[in-house]
């Protein structure tokens, strides 16, 4: 998917949907509901634009386990499902986390290290929503990836700019300010320089198990070796 840009153009707009994008929304919702039911017991959360409704064709099915689990129990619970694993940390400061692909735009993403709150808070950031919020068609605003806030309607979405009002998303997402202010630094500073490239992003062999490729990872990697002494995960 090509890179979205910040948008700093008008102050609000709203935005009705088409029934074919009404579709899109469904159809996404009832596939990731099938794989969230798998991971009933772990509490999975759906995020991104398929839990806000501001889908587009080509959406990614974000879900993602808010705590730290054994690897194995989840992949049990995707048994045959499983296409690709990958360890991935944005930057050495980050969260690490496990990645399950179960297709070109459906993810199951679970931290490997105990999260923080902050770290939480980025999924609410982007809005996500529980097992039961899929069930029952509700929606939720969250911040896209060009730093708009959608807020959902009965007729599509209002979109406001986030620069600017800040305080206001934060208390729209109920999340902290400092999460709204860092966001908007990375997204800004990512816009004017580019993206520069993910920490980790290493695939796990099949016969591996996340935590053993994590020790690997860890032995090598300092920063990796402290996130995980800190944090636990191995």
């Given at each position: 998917m090509p890179r979205e840009k910040v948008v700093r153009v008008w102050d609000e707009r709203e935005v009705v949907?088409?029934?074919?994008?009404?579709?899109?929304?469904?159809?996404?919702?009832?596939?990731?509901?099938?794989?969230?039911?798998?991971?009933?017991q772990f509490d999975p959360g759906?995020?991104?634009?398929?839990?806000?409704?501001?889908?587009?064709?080509d959406s990614d099915i974000d879900i993602f386990?808010?705590?730290?689990?054994?690897?194995?129990?989840?992949?049990?619970?995707?048994?045959?499902?499983?296409?690709?694993?990958k360890i991935v940390m944005a930057t050495?400061?980050?969260?690490?986390?496990?990645v399950i692909e179960i297709d070109e735009e459906t993810t199951v993403t679970?931290?490997?290290?105990?999260p923080t709150d902050r770290e939480l808070e980025f999924y609410r950031w982007g809005g996500m929503i529980d097992i039961w919020g899929v069930k029952t068609r509700q929606r939720v605003p969250g911040v896209n990836k060009k730093l708009i806030l959608i807020i959902p309607t009965e007729r599509g979405h209002i979109e406001r700019e986030v620069v600017g009002r800040e305080s206001e998303v934060?208390?729209?997402?109920g999340v902290s300010i400092d999460i709204v202010t860092e966001r908007?630094?990375?997204?800004?500073?990512?816009?004017?320089?580019?993206?520069?490239?993910?920490?980790?992003?290493?695939?796990?062999?099949?016969?591996?198990?996340?935590?053993?490729?994590?020790?690997?990872?860890?032995?090598?990697?300092?920063?990796?070796?402290?996130?995980?002494?800190?944090r636990g995960g191995i």
């Open positions: 949907y088409s029934p074919k994008r009404w579709r899109y929304l469904w159809e996404k919702r009832e596939k990731a509901l099938a794989i969230m039911e798998r991971l009933e759906l995020y991104g634009s398929v839990a806000r409704g501001d889908v587009r064709r386990i808010p705590y730290r689990v054994p690897s194995y129990l989840i992949e049990l619970a995707l048994e045959g499902l499983v296409s690709r694993r050495p400061w980050h969260l690490i986390k496990g679970f931290p490997l290290i105990d934060a208390r729209v997402l908007v630094h990375v997204l800004t500073r990512r816009d004017n320089i580019g993206r520069t490239g993910i920490y980790i992003n290493e695939e796990v062999p099949d016969w591996m198990s996340f935590e053993e490729a994590l020790k690997i990872i860890a032995d090598r990697d300092p920063n990796v070796r402290r996130k995980v002494r800190e």
